[in-house]
């Protein structure tokens, strides 16, 4: 009876915790997602020794990212830009339903406090693994088409299979994922210390 009075509860706290989360996500999003978008950006533009230049919103909750790389031509030095534009609701739209998972599997299980922050660093690696490598592939492939780049098949099908991992996989399933890492990880600090 009192596993069924526990169920019962987190359900509860999912449904509250899951409105409450989206309603403040709802003003929070624009602003974390430009966050991980300037980082996967940056990061970006380090791996194909590129400047960072433009990070700035082109519609309702779209961003546009430059990069530019001074290139030498047949009629000597030019800058060279490429922009791609990123949805934020693409990869942040799992937050209310990771943030409501936690919350009641927090509760249900009595985790420690440290769970929620071990719960957004790893919600966090995600959504960036899914900027960055969006980002390197739409990049990569863009330089390739214009000669800025050697032409090669191996290097726009790692950064496909890592944003087709990303997107398919992490993104879709990280709230599942999360709780699954943050049960894992506290069943073994709970058998470590009895």
């Known amino acids: 009876m009192q596993t069924k009075h526990r169920i019962l509860t987190a359900t509860v706290i999912f449904i509250v915790v899951y409105a409450a989360a989206l309603a403040l996500w709802l003003k929070l999003k624009i602003p974390y997602g430009h966050m991980i978008d300037s980082i996967g950006a940056n990061l970006a533009s380090i791996s ?13 909750g779209e961003e546009l990212i430059s990069i ?8 000597g030095i030019a800058d060279l830009t490429v922009d791609q534009k990123i949805v934020i609701d693409n990869y942040s739209f799992n937050m209310p339903l990771t943030a409501a998972l936690m919350a009641s599997f927090f509760w ?5 406090w440290y769970a929620f922050a071990e719960g957004a660093v790893l919600i966090t690696a995600g959504h960036l693994l899914y900027v960055y490598s969006y980002l390197m ?8 088409r214009m000669g800025a780049e050697p032409a090669s098949w191996a290097s726009p099908l790692v950064w496909q299979f890592l944003w087709s991992f990303a997107d398919n996989l992490v993104i879709r399933f990280e709230p599942f994922l999360v709780i699954v890492v943050l049960w894992l990880a506290n069943r073994k600090g709970a058998k470590a210390n009895p």
């Open 48 to 60: 194909l020794d590129m400047d960072f230049t433009r990070l700035e919103p082109c519609g309702a």
């Open 68 to 75: 530019r790389r001074a290139v030498v031509t047949v009629r």
């Open 108 to 112: 249900f299980f009595r985790w420690k």
């Open 137 to 144: 592939l739409n990049f990569k492939t863009a330089l390739i």
